[in-house]
């Protein structure tokens, strides 16, 4: 049973959050609503911890929406012989994809075709049985088929695009994806319905301090300019890539130091790469994946160092070429630059170690706790977000008084999860009944066929993305924090990169369904429009430089919807500076029609 609040992330329900985290000394103050900020707040409210929550953009709009999407062990870790930190990280996917999220989660399988004759085979073969073996270890049952080994003819029959002189033979592997934005959100709702206070667009400017000792925040609401002091007796710093802008607020006192590797993935429409399965290729440095997401596929990702926007890492030309050029390699019909519906950015919060390249860096993570009332926490990956907000909450027990139970998020299921297999087993059933698509039946389909039933035309499609209904609009601003049209269409929807105009024609429609719920003036709609085609216009621009300095300078060049403060150690580390504002129309999510949709969408 949840306790002491409520799942619902409206606008009323920012504000009643704001005027407590304003008035109420908190147990925990979390700083940073990604994934693993907001994994450390439901760790610490699940705890009995009264806990605060907040984000300068929107929740989930940093790395957190950014990523390839997998659940994974990482299979590349296996060559560095990390076996303890691929174990790790598929005990979690088993509970990610059994207990916590099953309605978020999805399997996803994946060819890795064999360029070689015999030894690859062995190789690769053992390497993935491995995998497979981490996989069930710890009494875990994985809930994922096993690996199988194919001819070169069954390889090309699962994958018909490839080119037949591109393979000897492949293996199949499953693993895990999720739509990662939305999971944020999901979680940052568990976190409120346990009592929770959640804002975003809650910028940390600096620290309340007694001598040394970390006794809260300032911190500025960015939507109405209002100044907050957050009291706290502990103050967790999660905001990745801006972990160090953090510590310096701290005094610059901290161990821990973050460096940003940038990562570009690029979408294409589903029918140009004809194949019933994801693929992974070996790339000099790295690996590429070719991703099924719903009607598309996600292809990435390149790994560069990073050190300019970080609110709005661009991607350049040089970036989309070489992506390109990776996937051409295995391709019997090349893709181009025409192809490419979306493109989208992010930025890997690798912990600054001693080797020169980032794809070699760890993905581990680090808790330190620098001053008396501050833990910091880094590192990681999407799939460890559980075990990373474990320990940094184990850090915070040390400093509050009293003993505080052990975490239990193990056992937690995140909302929409709960009933979801009785609710997809009735899934004909209530596509029949509701008029709707078999394909829109999800976890929110009782609270949205509830908005629908008081207004009909709320069932309707938009008109240009027609994979997502109005209602979903309304609800994104009622249930799931969404303040700016940006918001709806790069994370609670993924209209930026599945429409050929990155969601520019969809603007007008979105936002007037968000006018209501909002409550805003004519004018302000105008201006979400303007400033959301402003962003669009700056990404493509961007995406035609040859060099990350020119792409960033393009992208900087569109206007914030919601400015975001200067001159308090969060500018970032480029020239351009960077503080954590307002993100482009990235986004990102497996609407689609798999079995495990969240929304309307299956
Ligand atoms: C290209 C790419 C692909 C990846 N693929 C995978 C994958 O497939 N699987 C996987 O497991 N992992 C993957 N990862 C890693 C994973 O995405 C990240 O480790 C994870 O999302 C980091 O989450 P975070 O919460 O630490 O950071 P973020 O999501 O960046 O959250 C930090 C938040 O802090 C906020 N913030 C900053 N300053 C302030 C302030 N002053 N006040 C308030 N808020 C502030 C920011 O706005 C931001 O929202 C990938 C990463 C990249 C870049």
């Not at 103050?29 to 439901?42: E, F, P, Q, R």
């Not at 990702?301 to 991607?315: N, R, V």
Request: proline share 4%; charged share 20%.
């Amino acid at each position: 049973m949840r306790t002491g609040g409520t799942a619902k992330l409206g606008p009323e329900e920012r504000r009643t959050a704001l005027d407590a985290l304003g008035r109420d000394e908190l147990q925990v103050l979390v700083v940073g609503g990604g994934v693993v900020g907001s994994g450390v707040a439901l760790d610490a409210v699940t705890r009995g911890l009264s806990t605060g929550l907040v984000e300068a953009r929107d929740f989930g709009s940093g790395t957190s929406s950014r990523s390839s999407k997998l659940i994974h062990g990482g299979l590349r870790y296996l060559e560095q012989l990390d076996f303890g930190l691929v174990r790790e990280a598929l005990t979690e996917r088993a509970l990610l994809l059994q207990r916590i999220a099953p309605h978020l989660i999805k399997p996803v399988s994946f060819l890795f075709p064999f360029t070689h004759h015999g030894w690859e085979r062995a190789y690769v073969g053992a390497g993935v049985g491995m995998y497979d073996l981490l996989g069930i270890s710890r009494g875990q049952v994985r809930g994922l088929p096993l690996h199988k080994q194919l001819t070169r003819s069954r390889a090309l029959r699962l994958a018909p695009a490839l080119r037949k002189s591109a393979l000897t033979g492949g293996l199949l592997y499953w693993d895990a994806q999720v739509d990662d934005a939305r999971y944020v959100i999901d979680l940052v709702r568990t976190a409120a319905s346990y009592g929770a206070l959640a804002a975003s667009r809650t910028q940390v400017t600096g620290f309340l301090r007694e001598g040394e000792r970390v006794t809260g925040v300032r911190a500025v609401d960015l939507e109405t300019g209002t100044e907050l002091h957050i009291r706290a007796q502990q103050v967790v710093n999660a905001t990745g890539v801006w972990t160090d802008e953090i510590q310096a607020m701290a005094g610059g006192r901290g161990s821990i130091n973050v460096r940003a590797s940038k990562g570009v993935h690029l979408v294409v429409p589903r029918d140009r790469i004809q194949s019933h399965t994801g693929i992974i290729l070996r790339t000099p440095l790295s690996v590429l994946f070719v991703i099924p997401w719903g009607r598309h596929w996600i292809i990435g990702t390149t790994d560069t160092d990073w050190a300019l926007s970080k609110a709005h890492p661009a991607a350049s030309r040089a970036d989309i070429d070489y992506v390109l050029g990776q996937v051409n390699r295995v391709l019997a019909v090349q893709l181009t630059h025409d192809d490419v519906e979306g493109v989208y950015a992010g930025l890997r919060p690798l912990l600054a170690g001693e080797s020169d390249s980032t794809s070699k860096l760890s993905r581990e993570h680090t808790v330190a706790h620098p001053v008396p009332g501050l833990v910091m926490i880094a590192g990681g990956k999407y799939t460890t977000y559980r075990l990373m907000a474990r320990d940094a909450v184990d850090a915070v027990a040390h400093g509050l008084d009293g003993k505080i139970p052990p975490s239990c998020t193990d056992q937690i299921p995140l909302v929409g999860a709960d009933g979801f297999q009785a609710l997809w087993n009735a899934r004909s059933a209530l596509a029949k009944s509701s008029g709707q698509h078999v394909a829109r039946i999800g976890t929110r389909i009782g609270e949205l066929l509830d908005l629908v039933k008081a207004d009909p035309s709320l069932g309707k499609p938009l008109a240009a993305a027609d994979d997502y209904l109005r209602v979903e609009v309304v609800y994104a601003v009622t249930h799931e924090g969404a303040r700016h049209l940006n918001d709806v269409l790069a994370r609670r929807t993924h209209i930026s990169i599945e429409t050929w105009d990155r969601g520019v024609q969809a603007a007008e429609e979105v936002a007037e369904l968000m006018t209501g719920p909002m409550k805003w003036r004519q004018r302000q709609v105008a201006r979400e429009i303007e400033n959301y085609r402003a962003e669009v216009a700056a990404e493509r621009k961007s995406q035609e430089a040859d060099t990350d300095t020119d792409a960033d300078a393009i992208r900087l060049g569109a206007p914030e919807i919601v400015p975001v403060l200067a001159g308090n150690g969060l500018t970032g580390s480029g020239p351009h500076g960077s503080g954590p504002h307002g993100s482009g129309p990235h986004g990102s999510g497996p609407h689609g029609s798999g079995p495990h949709g969240n929304g309307v969408h299956g």
